[in-house]
């Protein structure tokens, strides 16, 4: 079987313990955007600054850290999130999402330079996603 291990050499999977280096910081974010690659998905932490807009200044997002993870780990973290998700919701009800905080909606056209059928696959893709995620918002 291509899968099995010679014996003597299996590898554990279980995780018994988690350890924090010495420079680990815990940090508190409300804004996230996202960077991928072939390779992985960048994950840009940051807090949203209004302090300016009063003075006629610019709503701004202070960014602070970033994070690599491989796109298996996206989806194992996917699942993660839901999971703690549920939980939450479970005990504290729905959350709700502000509607200033939804999705924005697509570009009604592509620019000329980027049109091409896969981009036009995507920003259907965008649509139909970004649709069925309102109308489950709706339903709380």
């Known amino acids: 079987m291509a899968n099995e291990q010679p014996k003597g050499l299996e590898i554990s999977t279980t995780i018994t313990e988690f350890r924090r280096d010495s420079d680990f910081v815990a940090?508190?974010?409300?804004?996230?955007?996202?960077e991928s690659t072939g390779f992985d998905l960048k994950l840009v932490f940051g807090i949203l600054d209004q302090s300016r807009v009063p003075r006629g200044g610019p709503l701004a997002v202070d960014?602070?850290?970033?994070?690599?993870?491989s796109w298996p780990e996206v989806k194992l973290l996917i699942f993660y999130l839901q999971l703690h998700l549920a939980g939450h919701e479970k005990e504290n009800g729905k959350v709700?999402?502000?509607?200033?905080?939804?999705?924005?909606?697509?570009?009604?056209?592509i620019p000329p330079q980027f049109d091409n059928p896969q981009a036009r696959e995507a920003i259907e893709l965008v649509r139909k996603m970004r649709a069925d995620f309102i109308a489950k918002q709706s339903e709380i």
């Open 27 to 34: 940090r508190y974010a409300n804004n996230v955007q996202a």
């Open 63 to 69: 960014q602070h850290t970033a994070v690599n993870i």
């Open 96 to 109: 709700k999402i502000p509607a200033n905080a939804l999705p924005a909606e697509p570009p009604v056209s």
